[in-house]
């Protein structure tokens, strides 16, 4: 099994992703607003007062999936890539992934 996190850098494109992902094979996926140290610093304005429109932030998104198999992992990126582009090209987003050695939980049956 292995976890697989993307950062989106983009939220306007989260349904294409989840689209995707879901065609991919990928059957859940947990989403959690997050925003970037650079962000937060790019920000940053060394003021006593300031507006709402300063502390508005720009977030990513941050997805999370745990998957079977390798072949699963391979494919939500290339479903990833599909969506937001080579995310070897800036301002796309944020792929890793790697082994999960114990789940508890993920297969709960109503009774």
């Known amino acids: 099994m292995y976890m697989v996190m993307f950062v ?6 989260l349904v294409e992703v989840l ?20 962000r937060v610093r790019r920000r ?29 992992v391979d494919a939500s990126l290339m479903a990833a890539e599909s969506v937001v582009g080579s995310l070897e090209n800036s301002n796309t987003g944020i792929f890793t992934a790697w082994p999960v050695e114990m789940v508890k939980g993920l297969e709960k049956r109503a009774n």
């Open 19 to 38: 689209n995707a992902w879901e065609k991919a094979g990928i059957t859940g996926v947990t989403i959690i607003e997050s925003t970037g140290m650079h």
């Open 44 to 72: 940053f304005l060394p003021m006593r007062y300031t507006t709402a429109i300063f502390n508005q932030e720009e977030n990513h998104l941050t997805l999370f999936a745990l998957v079977a198999k390798k072949e699963l």
């Open 8 to 13: 989106l850098n983009d939220p306007q494109k």
